[in-house]
């Protein structure tokens, strides 16, 4: 029996459509993630974004339970403004990594608990202003970001490459640190081709995160769906009992999906902007 689920947002419940479902998601899915908690079933958002990006949807769902941000780097509910969990990145490695970043000329952004930041002198007309239509906040602008960075508590750095060919110079740049920091990647549709590099401290994932959030919640995953779009959305949707995914979530995913899952996993034709959530939740019988 399904007793709470746990669903990544972007490719998911936000696509590409403006003005339908991004920067947020469609009325009906609103809605429906509403009722659902109503009725008590814990939703749980569990998300590359930071808790600032996702507030709107988590205050219009009304889901006063923990949600896993920023890659789960923040473990937070925004309702009550309680901060469940944070882990920060040591000061020493963020001033290694955005040197190795700027002198690079990789595109680079440094997040605290409460907003971004980036260097004046990155600014890029195709990018900057789309990440803060994605984030619905903009960056703090700053003349020298390894200056303003050393002067907060910095939960995470994401690296932005180009495209996918650029990817591969993003993991070259990176790797020397592979033992001090962990890195994975993320896109948004709107955003393409660029591709998002998120690095948080050691043994900071969603699939962690998840774990300690379902916990405080005292509803073990085995009573969860999960919900993803890609690969690496796997990595807590195989911790829980029921999975799912839209007819735009990647191909590797949806075979993960119906040879572990069985029964008790689904694959909807549906994608993101056609309201894939939804036929997710008649399937399960949610609605």
Known sequence: MIRGIITDIDGV???????FNSPFPHPDVIESIKNIHDAGTPVTLCTGKPHYAVGKIITNCGLNNPHVTDGGAIIIDPITHTIIRQHAIDPTLVTELLKTFLDASMYVEVYTPDRYIIQKSQIRDNLTPVHAHVLQTNPTIVDD??????????????PVATDETDKQRLFTLFEPFADRAVMSMGLHPIANPHQFGLITAPGVSKRQSAIDATQSLGIPLSDYLGIGDSTSDWSFMELCGYAATLGNGSEELKKLIVSQKSERGFVTDRSVDENGFLPILDYFDLK
Request: charge should be neutral.
């Open 145 to 158: 970001l390894i200056a303003e960075a050393a002067m907060h508590t910095v939960i995470k750095i994401m």
């Open 13 to 19: 419940i936000v696509g590409e459509k403006i003005g």
